[in-house]
């Protein structure tokens, strides 16, 4: 009797201990993943980056044109004039370009080329389909003593090709500051945003293009 409740005294404590200062410990609620709803919520909401942002789509006369000088020291008008016309007609050959892309004209006395050029242009692609437009400009190079100014200009696309109601714009309908670009300046609608992103890369792709072979070919 005596060992039951000196037992009993020894374990008191213990029961005392464990009911008082133990507990489970709260780490508070476990945090929900977002939904599909909240994750387009939040792809809607990006911020447009600056290079696609209101004012990169130039206009002249109400057309959409980017013009740019690429200056080439040392080179005569007569030097650029044979180099902007082989860099044309080497880039006529690519790949991505449709049998329609072409050197439409030449003048030799003023030293200029224009070029009609019509491409793929990829918006994405996957396992099952590939979505794309051919993206249709023009190139007007005019070469002068250290200097070739070029512009892009008359753009259209044609989309939804080989489909029963295929899709022809002008770049004016498609990626104008007002036409692509929402009212507050926020954000890009998603058709229009593709093709003037889409059109925004080429180009700087295109002049980099230019730039490279014309200084290039002066080393």
Known sequence: MKTFILLAMLLMPCASWAQSEWEIPDFGEKEQPASKKQEATKKRSKAILP???IGAVPEVDGKVEWSKDINVSGVNAEALYERMLKITTSLIKEKKQTANSRISAVNKRERIIAAIM???MVFSTSSFAKDFAHFRYSVIAECKDNCVNIRLCRMSYKY???RTEEQSYTAEEMITDTQAINKKGTKMFRTNGKFRTG???RVAEL???FEEKLTSAAE
Do not use: A, R, V
Request: charged content about 35%; cysteine-free.
């Open 51 to 53: 290079q696609y942002n």
């Open 118 to 120: 019509e491409e793929e």
């Open 160 to 162: 939804d090709i080989g």
């Open 199 to 201: 059109t925004i890369d």
């Open 207 to 209: 002049f980099l293009l």
